[in-house]
């Protein structure tokens, strides 16, 4: 056997143990679903930084366009529900206020966009005053980023 073809030997059982192990890691958690937890309910987190001096106008903003569009959306059955939070930032990439909105599972998620377009047409008026209204929001407050989540409910 040439150095080549034992490097090549070598390689290939060095690859094939590393995807028999990889393979083993992508199924247990197949596996465990079921086993200790049940899926429970997808939440969507956006983490939001008002700009000083603004942070009560956001505030304006969510307790009422903000709110009517999510009671809406969640009377729709769109959402399960909705809250707002208010944190304190540690620094400057830090959010103040977090978002966070409730589906029922991952599906709820499909064709979402045009379901809420119809929503903020209904409560704004039209989708162009929505996405204006999302461009004057801009001024007075960034989107730092959101992540989604899905809860596990521990049996």
């Known amino acids: 056997m040439t150095l080549a073809s034992k490097r090549c030997s070598i390689l290939t059982a060095t690859l094939s143990g590393s995807l028999l192990a990889a393979g083993a890691l992508l199924t247990t958690p197949a596996l465990a679903d079921g ?10 987190v956006s983490y939001i930084r008002t700009v000083d001096g603004h942070f009560d ?9 903000w709110k009517r569009q999510e009671d809406a959306t969640r009377k729709a059955g769109l959402i399960l529900s909705y809250r707002v939070m208010i944190t304190e930032p540690h ?3 830090d ?10 599972n991952w599906a709820a998620l499909d064709g979402l966009g045009g379901k809420l377009d119809a929503v903020s047409a209904q409560v704004e008026g039209s989708v162009a005053k929505a996405n204006q209204g999302e461009v004057e929001r801009g001024r007075i407050r960034t989107v730092l980023g959101s992540r989604t989540y ?3 409910l521990l049996k």
Not at 57 to 63: H, K, T, V
């Open 150 to 152: 899905q809860e596990a």
């Open 57 to 65: 106008d956001y505030l304006q903003w969510l307790a009422t366009t």
């Open 35 to 44: 086993q200790h937890f049940n899926d429970g309910p997808v939440v969507n």
């Open 91 to 93: 620094g400057p990439q």
């Open 95 to 104: 959010p103040d206020i977090v978002l966070v909105v409730e589906y029922k």
